[in-house]
Structures are given as C-alpha cells and as structure tokens.
C-alpha cells in the first residue's frame, strides 16, 4: 500500500468548506484513495473512497489530481459535528484486506 | 443498519483477570476486524476473521485470543494483561475482504484499562 502524507492540524470555519488535502506520491495504477474519520471517543467512519475519477456522496467530495499523486476530501459546507481526525488510506482494491491508517489530520471546526 | 455493537463500553482489569470483549453486527457482513487504538495514535490491526476463520493475526500476544463463534458475533478474550495494554479496543465489519466489498463498519469500541 501506498503511504500517504497529510497536514497535522486544520481549521475550519462552520458553514465553510473545508478542503484536506493528501499526499500519495507513490501511489500504483490500481490502488484507491480512502477516506476515514474518528470523531472523538468513537470509531472510524467511512466516507469516501475512490480511483481516478471525482467522486461524491452525501457526505463529501473527493477530488484526485490527473496523476493519482494528490486528492482532496471536500466537505461542502462544515459543522461543528465534521471536527474529527481524518485519515486518507491508499489501498489496494481486490488486494490487502487491511486498513492502515496514518497520523490523520486533525479538522477542527469552529463557530 | 450499519452499526456494531460493542460491550463493554469501559472495562477495567487487573493483570490476573480474564474477560472478554464482544462485537456483534447484524449486516450480514462475512468479515470482521479487530484493532487497538492508543491515545493520540491511530488505529493498528490485530486480527481478521473471515467466514469465521481467522485470515491475518498481526503478531499479537497469545495474552489476546479471538474468537468468532457464528458470522454476527466476535469476541476478544484478554488474560494475563499488562497495563501497556491498556487501550480502545476496535471491532469492525465488512460484506468481505475483496474489493467494495472492503468498506469497513466499526463499533464505538471497548474502552480497557489494566491495572
């Protein structure tokens, strides 16, 4: 699996975007970018995952740049509830079943 | 529904003790997970059972011993713990091991603490 790089801390404004982004230079031709999310004293919660294309749900955006080399998680518009770490995981789909999450960035929302 | 359900919350354990933790989900999911979390840090696997057979033991002590006695239920029994042990203990699902199927469901974990 790809190992993937992201900022410590971020800020966030409530009823802003927030915009976090990741690194995943050595990504391969068949690895997906995941995106998880802990909120305090709870487990992680899936949110998003995708290959090359843009992806969105009900819960955010994904953008990943032309190369595979960078993405983006977007959630359009941050509440007080979206302060969380989030973690970006590159992995092999249809390959290792294993989650291995990195430091994560720490998205603080504020009013 | 997409919830685990883990139990206890919050246990608390001397070093001598055996207990055990519960998972258990209800999605019909062929795949479950265990992990620890220690403050500050992200989660780490233990263990992966699929279709009820033990598929990734990541060099866990023997103190730790898993168990999935049907496809909806996960155990963890715990003896002879030490307090480095002490931790957030993590259940997870998912349809299976491969592909979508991957998308991992957690619980709200197990909260240990060894004295």
């Known amino acids: 699996d790809a190992k993937t790089t992201q900022p410590t801390s971020m800020d966030c404004a409530e009823g802003r975007a927030a915009n976090l982004p990741c690194n995943h230079s050595?990504?391969?031709?068949?690895?997906?970018v995941y995106w998880y999310r802990q909120i305090h004293s709870q487990g992680p919660q899936y949110i998003i995952h995708?290959?090359?294309n843009n992806e969105t749900n009900e819960m955010a955006s994904l953008i990943i740049t032309e190369d595979r080399k960078s993405s983006t998680l977007i959630l359009p518009h941050a509440t007080l509830r979206d302060t969380a770490v989030y973690y970006c995981?590159?992995?092999?789909?249809?390959?290792?079943?294993?989650?291995?999450f990195g430091k994560g960035t720490k998205l603080t929302v504020n009013p | 529904d997409t919830e685990v359900t883990q139990t206890p919350k919050h246990l608390v354990m001397g070093m001598t003790n055996k207990k055990s933790l519960k998972c258990e989900q209800h999605m019909g999911h062929r795949a479950m997970y265990w992990y620890k979390q220690k403050a500050k840090k992200p989660p780490e696997l233990m263990f992966v059972y699929s279709y009820e057979k033990l598929s990734i033991n990541e060099s866990v002590p023997s103190r730790f011993s898993p168990e999935c006695p049907n496809s909806s239920l996960l155990n963890l029994h715990l003896h002879a713990l030490q307090p480095e042990d002490s931790a957030l203990y993590l259940c997870?699902?998912?349809?299976?091991?491969?592909?979508?199927?991957?998308?991992?469901?957690f619980g709200a974990g197990t909260r240990l603490s060894v004295l």
């Open positions: 995981i590159a992995n092999l789909q249809g390959g290792s079943e294993k989650l291995v």
């Open positions: 997870a699902s998912s349809q299976g091991l491969r592909g979508w199927e991957n998308i991992q469901y």
């Open positions: 995708g290959l090359k």
């Open positions: 050595t990504i391969s031709g068949n690895e997906y």
